[in-house]
């Protein structure tokens, strides 16, 4: 592996050039009390051209979308248009400070506005919060608005349910809201458990957060009967809109009896993923839950737009400002670029492509539900595990063919799990190539299991120790070594 | 544009493979009910060279740094942000990838995670940082949830010096668990340290100070700490990463977790976002951090190599009992620090610093030199400081906007008792002609 | 900022490795009498703060497209650059390698250079394109030069219709070699065939013709290269290649060689350079192209690779020899020429020509509505037409700067008899209100 | 290797939306006769991410001085400034047109005005024409004028003089302007040889045509004897400035008696060469020959700029409209970066560069000129010749190791020759790995020469046949295969 940068450079050398000061200045020791002042700092000393090639040379050992197909499962990574990037480094956008009088910042505030407009129509929603910073933070803001809510409503549901096939941000979040969980199970058919959740369905529980399509890559098809159960019981149902991209112009979640839903601009809105974020997590609600959405909300009076920090029953602020706003420019750059028709294109084609690979592999990897999919299609490793070849053998094996693996171990309620999310952004060739490259991997699980436990045997390093670095943490460099 | 990679011929030819005769099949789990029937109410759809238009226009009415100077802070700052830094964040190959969950085909954004994770040490003091948060209000938030995991105590005092929208997300934050915020009061500027000894007691968690503090001022950092010390409560400082090329770190003076907002280092303004949360620790307590951590390991041959580590805190792994729920972070915003801080390294940001310091600190005295106009709080500050004037703020800043001037905060906004009170905030890119300006305008007020 | 990489305590090193004991003693082969002994008088250093600064205000005293409606052709057009070609000319991979001297460690620009290559011949109809040139006009005098390799005659015959400076390089170029250039006269905008048969002799080693020509119009090309085959002469077309969406290829209609500006190709407008120099010939000319040619061959495993072939061509290896003095080309303009088309394909092109041709005669139409304007000549052209106005064309101008618009060419620069008479251009970018703009300023005057 | 775009795509794909026609239009057989129209246009079609993914794959095939050190002799590959490339990207310059109203560009030509005046205090010129594109334009430009300058003189002078050891542009510039050239050899202390120079140095030669530093990375240490003696015949001298960057603050072709220069924006200024252009070869001259300059010139009246044509004695124009602008303008925001100290350092540190290499190479490999260079070393591969091993060898080895081969086989007069150009923008650390691997393969010669016949072996492709390559000509794609 390459050096760290705390291994290069040299006592003296300066990657930046600053101005002289320009002010009469008497030294920090006169402007500072003598024992508030650093004594040591120990950064490297780089030149420029240290740094550029540096990270330059870093950033080639990644994969990522503009190199290689990145099936990543749940993280619906499709391509991330430049021209969303280009208008996100505008001058008029990336330099206002937050705190600008209203009349300064109009531009932002009106592409805000019609933002949020254009996700609830999306979804079907009323109002929305584009303060959450990525989905997780939708789902706590969610939580804690509904814990709101029914504490205005004076009644106290201390459950949340989730089906055991969710993402590990809900759990976790409806904790962080004060909940306790209540796992429901998956039925055969992919679905949720009917009769499960008419147990667990009652005055104790405050909702049901739900993914749709679930994380299965399945359509929730008792979705009205789900909500019917849920509102019956005086309960709300809460969406996970991580997987919106197979549903954009199909259907709308607040058309299914979701009463509150969050999405990931930096999923089905194309805004990039950076490596791990940052992102963007709207939060959309019915009528009812209005009140209690975090401040500021964006409004318009007249042909002015101003930030809006009159909601007396809501639960506060999520987060310093008004969200991560160059993640909102690039999704409402999305939107615009794809009209409707576009959205629609984009949904059509993700379920194409899952459904394409679900057909051209379901005779060489186990397809626990066996029926057509929607954005991705969930395969099980267990006819490999069978031959002792594990589904990390598969993935790690991938990368030896320039591919991204899919999203592996998840969900949790099928074994050896394969989530293989294309995108629509991906053609069928690629498609063609990954299919052979899995055909390929499936025979040599059968006849060569080492070649598949060593993998991957290209890529920048070979097969890392995990346990290793978990038991000899080691998570900064030191000084002495 | 919907960059959709079929064609319709090859939409039909896929069609067959699946076994089905229009893409409408695909969507047959959707029931009949749901299905959406009508149009969607969306704007219509815009061609790239339309679009740059469009954009161009709402940028056009906003008023940014590249034409007016800016003297507004309250948690955000107008740093210098490197050229060589945009480039390299630019690179696709660090922004178009996901969170390294295949440590394998990932290896650049993990060193410089692991990288990254690192400089807030050696920045901080302390000896464990993670991989980014959101910003620096949810940082502490999470640091307040790890403090009451550590000790299991159920009260966090926060400083009233803290800013504004730091405390709102904290009372947000902690409502949820069902934990006591209390506030320390601040007499002149800084946090009256015999009030905080009243508010001590075994039920407390945490103390938060903020260094410098919401108004510029710095607080003082070892008392509290070891006032916290002896409590058997923690204490968390919440920084301005550049003041710390010149002011002691926390982990000198006795902080325990450590958080900021690093939009500083290196991700500009963006209206408020994204920017980055950073939090740091004792080693003692790396296994209660929120977040994503990368770690060095080994591959089979011996090579060195890095993985996200410690997953066991996560959500993906522990769900209901993981240490946070954060997911997705800011590792592109780390990214950036970590390049800002290379680029910079010791020399820059120390230098930057005293830019700051020395330029606030002429700006204040120009300032008080006016008539009518004096520094509210007579003590040291960094790189903001709070003037009392004779005039509305707001009056003031109508008057400086038309002078292509971006004025400071109107405190009023958060403590009503402060009329007539700005915060001003000074960096390294502010000119002193762009200073003197600024005390002509409030001369001729 | 001097991005040097040696501290002084390794310098210090570094001398001792060499043997000296300052860096002034490696500078000892320098005469003593022509050191520098003074001071140079250059403007004072800045840091990068105030570079931005002083940059932008540079920027600031121009006026750009990005805010005002711009109207001016004249061998450089305002078409659209797509954002992701700027992304992808962006990598350094591209713009920080040196010409492809080393095969193996250039694959990347070589093989793009082959497939600029492929998409100049595509375009022209020709079977051979070089790497690339400097700009249109420079690529035409090596056309010029190339003919007379082929055919050893010393007679250059141009259209009076190329654009005013391709015949001034020319002129100069041709020049060098004492070779003659003769200029055919046109008829109401159109090379005059008759006049042309008057030139054609045996010592006319080509024909140049522009199409369209300078003032947007259609020449004939099959007449006129059918006229110099008979002659024994070449035929060199100079064309406009966002005109090739829709209009017959050179190479369909007995052009030899084919030049051009391809700026319009992805490269904007950037007052007026780098554009890009492109240049086509048939397969029995090859070696007599100018400049650098990738070819395709093998490596020793069979795997296909990029050379730059023919190199015996060339001034490094031909020395005076050589086909040109060319050396440094404008690879990144051919890249960028490269991306777009693939970009665009062929739907894009065709399209893109046609918003042209459509909008440029609605213009056209509506300018000729107006009392006093015409249209100078009424032939058919692409995206470039002549009017002549009752008003100076810099009155017009000034008027149309005032409403954010730039107007086309005043034609009396080039030619003293167009008096009143404006070259206009249209392209896709332009909106039918912001044409519907320039009729109503034009109305108003 | 990588599919071609060609074979790429598939019917029917778009990579751009454009806008609609949005004039009454009735369409193009209305408006271009029939016998004009095209009929077939055989170009791909693609998406937006297959053209990205394209590329942005093939750019990984290359070595750039972002990502290696490419210490290519001749061609000063330094590091390229990031702010450079951010400030020539901005609007206010790039969305120019070349024939707006001087008013309208008024910053554009003051900065053209600056550049000038500082490239002329740099080389201790008169004044100079920004217009060529390159090197070699620059010198033919020079070589134009001074034909236009001896006629005007009625001299007729009809060869030029020019050293072995010279780039070969110089000749073929030379001959384009119609001279015949006359070639003088280089002594064996790597200057011109005086003696074979008097000799031809009389009234039937126009100019010397001299690089300095020359491509021996040496110092013509008799400039001035050179000087008189070319001036005596009544000749002029012109400098190849392209090794500019071993005399930036140290020396000036103004003071060493030239009286046209030509400088490489694109290597002494640090603009990126693009993986072969465009780069800027402006060319400075003295007081008489300023009337033969090429039109226009940005001149000054009063505060306003203004392009001025009126030159009568003009050699006319060299190029369409004024030159590479935005290659000038990264130029002069070099200069403002360095200002004259940091110009300084920078020849001081290539220099130093050179001779560390030197000092550590010289027991490893021959070389010819045993005395301190300027900004590059010239070796010989003769010792590792006689051994089997080529200096071409060396080089692809060279590339194994992730480096960029020096220039090779250039200088002519040096067998074997290996030119080496660190630059000031590297390390001594970065020497220290190349120095290494210098020794390394230098005893690889010795021992497994075979290795390096068959070099480089970690590269996209292994060694590439060039005889093939020029044997069975293949310069363009074929539809049929
Ligand atoms: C189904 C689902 N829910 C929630 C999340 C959490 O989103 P984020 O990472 O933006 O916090 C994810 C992200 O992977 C997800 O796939
Ligand atoms: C010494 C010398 N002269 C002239 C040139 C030609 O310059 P250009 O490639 O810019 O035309 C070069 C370029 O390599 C050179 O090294």
């Given amino acids: ?121 999306i979804v079907g929603m009323e109002r929305m919060t584009l303060q959450p910073a990525a989905g997780a933070h939708g789902e706590l803001t969610g939580i804690l608005m509904l814990r709101a809510f029914f504490k205005d409503k004076g009644e106290s549901r201390k459950k949340i349910i989730i089906p055991d096939a969710s993402h590990g941000t809900n759990p976790a979040s409806a904790v962080l809201g004060g909940f306790e969980i209540v796992e429901v199970a998956t039925d055969n058919s992919g679905g949720i458990d009917i009769e499960a959740l008419k147990k667990v369905m009652n005055e104790e529980a405050a909702c049901l957060m739900l993914t749709n399509p679930s994380t299965l890559g399945l359509f929730e098809e008792n979705i009205l009967e ?51 974020g940052p992102g963007g997590g709207p939060l959309g609600v019915k009528k009812q839950l209005i009140p209690y959405l975090p401040v500021p909300l964006v409004d318009r009076q007249g042909g002015r737009f101003f930030l809006n920090y009159d909601l007396p029953g809501s639960i506060g602020r999520m987060r310093s400002f008004y969200g991560n706003f160059l993640v909102m420019l690039k999704a409402y750059v999305y939107i615009l670029s794809l009209g409707e028709e576009g959205l629609r294109k984009a949904a059509e084609n993700a379920v194409l492509n899952a459904n394409y690979l679900r057909a051209k592999l379901k005779d060489y990897y186990e397809l626990p539900y066996k029926k057509i999919c929607l954005h991705e299609v969930i395969f099980s490793g267990s006819r490999q595990k069978a031959k002792g070849v594990r589904t990390l053998d598969i993935a790690k094996r991938l990368i030896d063919f320039g591919m991204h693996p899919p999203t592996i171990y998840f969900p949790l309620n099928v074994p050896e799990a394969l989530m293989i999310e294309p995108t629509e952004t991906e053609t069928k060739e690629t498609l063609d190539y990954f299919i052979e490259i899995m055909k390929r991997i499936a025979g040599e699980a059968e006849e060569n299991p080492q070649l598949l436990h060593q993998a991957p045997h290209n890529a920048p390093v070979g097969r890392l120790d995990e346990a290793k670095a978990a038991r000899e943490i080691d998570v900064a460099w030191q000084a002495s070594g | 544009m919907d960059y959709s990679g079929n064609t319709p011929l090859q939409q039909k030819k896929m069609l067959a493979e699946i076994g089905l005769r229009s893409l409408d099949e695909l969507f047959q789990s959707i029931p009949e009910g749901v299905k959406l029937k009508s149009s969607l109410n969306l ?75 690192t400089f807030i040490t050696l920045l901080t003091g302390m000896e464990v940082s993670n991989a980014s948060l959101y910003d620096g209000a949810t940082a502490l938030a999470e640091a307040a949830f790890m403090a009451v995991r550590i000790n299991k105590r159920n009260t966090i005092l926060a400083a009233q010096t803290l800013h504004p929208e730091y405390l709102a997300v904290l009372k947000t934050y902690l409502a949820g668990l069902d934990l006591t915020l209390r506030v320390i009061p601040h007499n002149e500027g800084k946090v009256d340290l015999k009030e905080l000894k009243n508010y001590l007691n075994k039920d407390v968690s945490a103390v938060i100070l903020p260094q410098p503090n919401f108004f510029g001022i710095f607080e003082e950092g070892e008392k509290t700490a070891s006032l916290a010390r002896k409590n058997g409560s923690l204490c968390i400082a919440s920084v301005d990463p550049i003041s710390l090329g010149i002011i002691s770190p926390p982990g000198k003076w006795g902080a325990d977790i450590v958080v900021g907002e690093g939009q500083a280092l ?54 209901e009992k993981a240490t946070s729920n954060i997911c997705s972070n800011h590792a592109l915003s780390a990214l950036a620090a970590a390049i800002y801080l290379s680029l910079l390294g010791k020399n820059g940001l120390r230098k930057t610093a005293e830019l700051c310091l020395g330029k606030a600190h002429y700006l204040s005295e120009k300032i008080a030199e006016i008539p009518g106009y004096e520094l509210k709080f007579q003590k040291p500050f960094f790189k903001e400081f709070v003037i009392s004037s004779p005039h509305p703020v707001s009056k003031i800043n109508r008057k400086l906007l038309e002078n292509k001037i971006i004025g400071g905060l109107d405190l009023e906004r958060f403590y009503p008792v402060f009329k007539n009170c700005m915060l001003l905030a000074v960096t390294e890119k502010r000119t002193k002609e762009e200073i003197d300006k600024l005390v002509k305008v409030l001369k001729s007020l």
């Fill in chain 2, 266 to 319: 290196g991700s500009g303004l963006n209206f408020g976002g994204p920017g980055l949360g950073f939090i740091a620790c004792r080693m003692e307590f790396m296994r209660k951090i929120p977040g994503r951590l990368a770690g060095k390991t080994r591959d089979e041959r011996g090579k060195t190599g890095y993985v996200l580590t410690l997953q066991t805190r996560e959500q993906h792994i522990r769900r």
């Fill in chain 2, 43 to 117: 704007p219509k759809q815009l061609s790239e060279i339309e679009l740059v238009r469009e954009l161009k226009d709402l940028a056009d009415k906003n008023k940014s740094t590249s034409d007016y100077s800016l003297f507004l802070g309250g948690g955000y700052y107008d740093h210098f942000v490197p050229s060589a830094l945009k480039y390299l964040i630019g690179r696709p190959e660090f922004y178009t990838a996901y969170t390294p969950y295949q440590a394998e085909a990932s290896q650049g954004i993990l060193q410089a995670i692991y990288e990254y994770q």
């Fill in chain 1, 226 to 276: 789900v909500s019917s159960i849920v509102h019956k019981a005086g309960g709300l149902l809460y969406g996970d809109g991580a997987n919106l991209n197979a549903l954009l112009g199909k259907a709308r979640f607040g058309d299914m009896g979701f009463d509150l839903v969050h999405l990931n601009l930096h999923k089905t809105f194309a805004a990039p993923h950076g490596g791990g």
């Fill in chain 1, 1 to 121: 592996m390459s050096k760290l940068i705390f291994e290069k450079g040299a006592c003296g050398r300066n990657g930046i050039s600053l101005p002289e000061m320009d002010v009469p200045f008497q030294g920090v020791g006169g402007l500072i009390p003598k024992n508030l002042l650093r004594k040591e700092l120990p950064l490297p000393e780089l030149s420029e051209p240290e740094v550029v090639r540096h990270y330059t040379n870093l950033s080639k050992l990644n994969f990522s979308v503009d190199g290689n197909f990145y099936p990543l499962g749940s993280c619906t990574m499709k391509y991330n248009p430049k021209i969303n990037e280009e208008l996100a480094a505008l001058p008029g956008f990336t330099q206002l400070h937050p705190y600008q009088g209203e009349e300064s910042v109009q531009g932002a505030l009106e592409l805000m506005y019609n933002l949020e407009k254009n996700l609830s129509e």
